[in-house]
């Protein structure tokens, strides 16, 4: 029997678990196994959650969340991370001087509350995030609220778009992604900033499903996928973006409430029993 050498490139999340298998911890992974590589995790807090809502979070201590993290970096070669829930300053305390001093680019999801509208971030980790975590982005990839929630500012135009990108660059992030989803439109359109450049205008289709839960891990978890494998940024949202239009567009309905996207989707004509 022959055995193949190829070995996928790692990608790490650091985020909360969704036990409903939809966001969190369990998207980010199922992605990054459908896009051909290898994830590892760091579980900030376990959610009791399913497609209706959260009804219950339970956080690691500050010091499991960092032992994780330690032993994680300590024996697999990380070609790229990202995080998503964080949940409290103390683990962010706690993570921070560790992701310090890695070499891999880190994408960041600053989750702030579930699409079910439950909280995910404490009110006094905000500020942590801020000071703490986004200089260390090397993209972070804020939803309209989240940006607006960050930079104190009201977010309806191309205008304003720029401003934001300019005070979260301001903060620290070497590269910006306000995501499209909650502005109007029959097309997408993600905004990425990069230093020295106008914002980029990255359309998309826009997809018209209530099965939509978990787009923003799965989407910040497809960038870091692709970074793991060597593309540059821009060609990394691109593909990311395209993942995730194709998961939207062969979603399905389960459960009764907002059904998550279809991980499989690059794989959903192979299935045929």
């Avoid at 196994?33 to 201590?61: D, F, H, K, R």
């Amino acid at each position: 029997m022959s055995h193949s050498t190829y070995v996928p490139p790692c990608v790490l999340t650091i985020a909360g678990s969704d036990s409903g298998g939809g966001a969190g911890i369990q998207a980010d992974l199922k992605t990054m196994t459908v896009l051909g590589t290898y994830g590892l995790s760091v579980i900030t807090a376990l959610t009791a959650q399913n497609t209706t809502g959260v009804y219950g979070i339970e956080p690691a201590s500050p010091e499991f969340v960092a032992q994780q993290l330690t032993v994680v970096l300590d024996d697999f070669p990380i070609r790229a991370a990202k995080t998503g829930m964080l949940f409290s300053a103390g683990i962010i305390e706690a993570m921070t001087p560790i992701l310090e001093k890695v070499p891999f680019p880190l994408v960041v999801d600053p989750v702030c509350v579930s699409q079910s509208g439950h909280r995910l971030l404490e009110e006094d980790a905000v500020a942590a995030l801020k000071k703490r975590i986004i200089p260390l982005a090397g993209l972070l990839t804020p939803n309209r609220p989240e940006a607006e929630t960050l930079t104190g500012m009201s977010i309806s135009t191309p205008r304003d778009i720029a401003e934001a990108i300019n005070r979260l660059m301001d903060m620290g992030a070497k590269a910006v992604l306000i995501k499209g989803g909650h502005f109007q439109g029959d097309v997408m359109v993600d905004w990425l900033g990069i230093p020295g450049t106008a914002p980029v205008p990255l359309e998309h289709e826009r997809i018209d499903t209530h099965n939509a839960h978990g787009t923003g891990c799965t989407l910040s978890a497809a960038i870091a996928a692709y970074l793991a494998r060597g593309c540059e940024l821009e060609q990394a949202v691109r593909l990311g973006q395209e993942y995730l239009v194709a998961a939207l567009d062969t979603g399905f309905d389960l459960g009764k409430g907002d059904g998550p996207t279809n991980h499989l989707a690059p794989f959903v004509s192979h299935f045929t029993c």
